[in-house]
């Protein structure tokens, strides 16, 4: 199963370096427009970043267990959400990937606003439980777009019915894999995340 989940994301590199790009812009263009007028950042915290400390709320108001099972569902729902919803021609994929792009860049320029050494923080947040996390949402972008694209503009020699099988065949492949990283993602981010943060945070 691991060989051909590597040999689908070869075969799909050009969409996951499209989804990566997507991703990068949203978070370049985020910092960007902070940097240039800082007081949108009270507009981004009230609407971004307020959804996401609710639902650290929710994923570290309990049991640690639970937090997890919360933590994996929700993004379960969000990658498949990406996936299935590319059929609207790719547009949801790609405003998935700019819009959490714009979240990170904003949680990066808060960062540099409030700690004179931003970036050990930023890696020690995000990087443990990142590096399984985002390569999962970035597979689920890529083949949302890939859905949208070839819905309207099936591969040469294949038509429309067949060219969505094979999509879709690829997608059950790639599934398993992302759940899995989405597992040890939420994993990381309950159980070792906090007790590594707990070393930069100023006390």
């Given at each position: 199963?691991?060989?051909?989940?590597?040999?689908?994301?070869?075969?799909?590199r050009?969409?996951?370096i499209?989804?990566?790009?997507?991703?990068?812009?949203?978070?370049?263009l985020?910092?960007?427009?902070l940097?240039?007028?800082?007081?949108?950042?009270?507009?981004m915290?009230?609407?971004?970043?307020?959804?996401l400390?609710?639902l650290?709320?929710?994923v570290?108001?309990?049991?640690?267990?639970?937090?997890?099972?919360?933590?994996?569902?929700?993004?379960?729902?969000?990658?498949?959400?990406?996936?299935?919803?590319g059929?609207?021609?790719g547009?949801?994929?790609?405003?998935?990937?700019?819009?959490?792009?714009?979240i990170?860049?904003?949680?990066?320029?808060?960062?540099?606003?409030?700690f004179?050494?931003?970036?050990?923080?930023?890696?020690?947040?995000?990087?443990?439980?990142?590096?399984?996390?985002?390569?999962?949402f970035?597979?689920?972008v890529?083949?949302?777009?890939?859905?949208?694209?070839?819905?309207i503009?099936?591969?040469?020699g294949?038509?429309r019915h067949?060219?969505?099988?094979?999509?879709?065949?690829?997608?059950?492949?790639?599934?398993?894999i992302?759940?899995?990283?989405?597992?040890?993602?939420?994993?990381?981010?309950?159980?070792?995340?906090p007790?590594?943060?707990?070393?930069?945070?100023?006390?």
């Amino acid at each position: 199963m691991y060989r051909q989940f590597l040999m689908t994301i070869l075969n799909n590199r050009s969409w996951l370096i499209l989804a990566s790009l997507f991703f990068m812009g949203g978070t370049l263009l985020m910092y960007t427009a902070l940097s240039d007028d800082p007081l949108l950042l009270p507009m981004m915290e009230e609407t971004a970043l307020t959804m996401l400390k609710e639902l650290a709320e929710q994923v570290f108001g309990g049991h640690p267990l639970r937090g997890v099972a919360i933590l994996f569902l929700n993004n379960i729902f969000a990658s498949l959400q990406v996936i299935v919803l590319g059929v609207f021609l790719g547009i949801v994929p790609l405003f998935s990937a700019m819009a959490n792009g714009a979240i990170l860049g904003t949680v990066v320029f808060q960062l540099t606003q409030e700690f004179a050494r931003p970036l050990p923080l930023l890696l020690a947040g995000i990087l443990p439980h990142g590096v399984f996390e985002i390569p999962a949402f970035l597979v689920s972008v890529a083949f949302g777009l890939k859905l949208g694209y070839h819905l309207i503009f099936p591969l040469t020699g294949h038509n429309r019915h067949s060219c969505l099988k094979g999509i879709f065949k690829e997608i059950s492949i790639v599934l398993p894999i992302i759940f899995l990283l989405l597992l040890l993602a939420a994993l990381i981010e309950v159980f070792i995340t906090p007790s590594i943060l707990a070393f930069f945070i100023p006390r």
